[in-house]
Every structure is written in structure tokens, then in C-alpha cells.
């Protein structure tokens, strides 16, 4: 993680920052995380803790009203980096902030090099479906039973022009 905690003042959503993760948040995310998806689709305590830990690992959190609102968090490695999650507290949905956080994610990877951004999103989610796609993700394929139940998912991709530093 990045050793500076950046903020953001949100424009059209006032009193809502962007800042980077603090070890003070987990319990909070862990939460938010078990309040955003359904169970075997959550992630545990321990592979929330792991896709933190990551090397490559970036978190940018939401906050409003002293609260979080939402958090994003992305893996790379190299050229490519990978969504892990992007959470929205229900009663700070529909407000632009996940598409904030996505902007602010797609902007430090690319800083870094990267070109490419994946993740994946349950097929049957025409929300979720529809919001990657607003924000230039493609369909690049399905996973079959990826997620319990069995339910597929649909691989997704939006490429970067990199920056570099």
C-alpha cells in the first residue's frame, strides 16, 4: 500500500472523499463487503486481509460523513491489474461514487504502467453488467460456475492507455 493516504473532494457528491486504505478500516470493509454480496460470494476475513496484502494491491475507500461509503480494491502485476471488488454502502448507491472510485483506480494503474484492467461479475447482474460496460469494460469471455450456486460469470476487460511515471 501506498505509504501517502491521497484525498479527493468528490464534485458533485459534496462532503464525499477519496483516500487511500488505512489498517484502521478493515473491520469496516470486512462488513460492508458481507452487506454488499451474498454469502460464498463475501469474501472471508482472511482473503479480504490476503488481497490487501498484496504487493500490487491498491484500495481506494469513499468516505461521507465521517463514514465509509465505499471501497475499490485492485491487484496488478505488470501490465495488467485485476478489479478484486467494488463496494457501495445501499444507502450511498446511484450517488456516482463507484464510479469515482473506479476513476481514481483506473487513473493510479495507469500511472503505473498498466494497459490492461479484468474482472469478473456474475452474468445474471444486468446492473453490474451495465455499469463495467458505461465505463468502457468488454466482455472478453464466460466462466462457467464461477460462482456458487453454480452461477457464471462474465469475464470483463477495459484497456488502458498507459502513462507510465
Not at 481514481?104 to 500511472?111: D, G, M, P, S
Request: glycine share 10%.
Amino acid at each position: 500500500m501506498p505509504g501517502k493516504r491521497a484525498t479527493q473532494k468528490l464534485p458533485h457528491n459534496p462532503g464525499v472523499t477519496l483516500r487511500d486504505y488505512a489498517p484502521a478500516d478493515f473491520d469496516a470493509l470486512y462488513e460492508m463487503d458481507r452487506v454488499c454480496y451474498p454469502r460464498g460470494i463475501a469474501y472471508s476475513r482472511r482473503e479480504l486481509r490476503w488481497f490487501l496484502a498484496q504487493p500490487g494491491a491498491l484500495c481506494v475507500v469513499a468516505e461521507s460523513g465521517g463514514g465509509i461509503a465505499g471501497f475499490l480494491i485492485a491487484d496488478r502485476e505488470g501490465a495488467a491489474a485485476h478489479v478484486i471488488t467494488i463496494d457501495v454502502a445501499p444507502e450511498h448507491r446511484r450517488r456516482g461514487i463507484g464510479t469515482k472510485m473506479l476513476a481514481e483506480i483506473e487513473r493510479r494503474l495507469a500511472t503505473l504502467g498498466v494497459s490492461e484492467i479484468n474482472l469478473e461479475t456474475g452474468a445474471d447482474n444486468e446492473a453490474g453488467t451495465a455499469f463495467w460496460s458505461r465505463h468502457g469494460y468488454r466482455t472478453i469471455g464466460v466462466l462457467p460456475d464461477y460462482y456458487p450456486g453454480p452461477q457464471d460469470a462474465l469475464a470483463m476487460q477495459k484497456l488502458l492507455a498507459a502513462r507510465g511515471n
